[in-house]
């Protein structure tokens, strides 16, 4: 069975600071991760993802995510924070082993809010 | 290109009352699926369809039911609604060209079910 759990329900981080959104994962095979956000009263949309390769990861907006096996982590970073960045952020795996659905599962989420 | 289109946006149902959410997407997507979220966890999926003609079970398909009507159109239906399916739910759709798995979903809006 796949799983993704964050562990911040809320990060709050100063306009112009660095951010960080954690995210591990539990998979027995090698991972496929997501990250994906959601902005008030909208369907969520897709910031970035790894498949392979390149443990670093370069999406939209300016974020970046760094794959790390042995920690089994997927963190979501920025270096200069904005406060349009405030938003809900989910990170997502699917284990491509695993069989079954293509739909991904989630983590709960967690809230980034950018104060000025 | 609207991308993914789901009516109603809000809804409010009586215990026991019968509903259909409707979904469907313009981008030629093979794979559709239906999740709902609720606070503090996330986004779970309820029934996906990898192709015309084929529905599947995710992790909460209890008092649920779907419809594959063609490939743009994939309806969820609540039979009897209960307390429990207050939520909002999200279909999404993805191309099942290239990496399996690996393909990014694209969301609707997403719907406001309340079930007094």
């Known amino acids: 069975a796949q799983s993704v759990a964050q562990p911040e329900d809320q990060v709050n981080v100063a306009e112009g600071n660095p951010l960080t959104v954690k995210c591990t994962y539990s998979v027995s095979g090698n991972p496929y991760l997501f990250w994906y956000v959601q902005y008030p009263n909208r369907g969520l949309q897709f910031l970035l993802k790894?498949?392979?390769?390149?443990?670093l990861v370069k999406g939209s907006y300016g974020f970046e995510a760094e794959f790390n096996k042995s920690q089994t982590s997927f963190h979501l970073k920025k270096p200069s924070a904005l406060v349009s960045d405030s938003a809900l952020y989910f990170c997502a795996v699917r284990d491509p082993s695993g069989g079954g659905a293509d739909g991904l599962t989630f983590g709960k989420g967690t809230h980034l809010i950018i104060q000025p | 290109n609207a991308g993914v289109t789901q009516t109603p946006k809000f809804q409010v149902l009586k215990t026991g009352q019968s509903m259909t959410l409707q979904c469907a997407q313009d981008m030629n997507h093979n794979s559709m699926y239906w999740y709902r979220q609720d606070p503090g966890m996330g986004l779970r999926l309820i029934y996906y369809?990898?192709?015309?003609?084929?529905?599947d079970k995710g992790e909460v398909p209890n008092g649920y039911n779907v419809s594959r009507l063609n490939k743009r159109e994939f309806s969820l239906r609540l039979e009897s609604a209960a307390p429990s399916q207050t939520s909002v739910y999200f279909c999404?759709?993805?191309?099942?060209?290239?990496?399996?798995?690996?393909?990014?979903?694209?969301f609707g809006a997403g719907s406001r079910l309340t079930v007094l």
């Open positions: 999404a759709s993805s191309d099942s060209g290239g990496i399996s798995g690996a393909n990014v979903l694209t």
């Open positions: 369809s990898a192709s015309e003609g084929t529905t």
């Open positions: 790894y498949i392979t390769g390149d443990n």
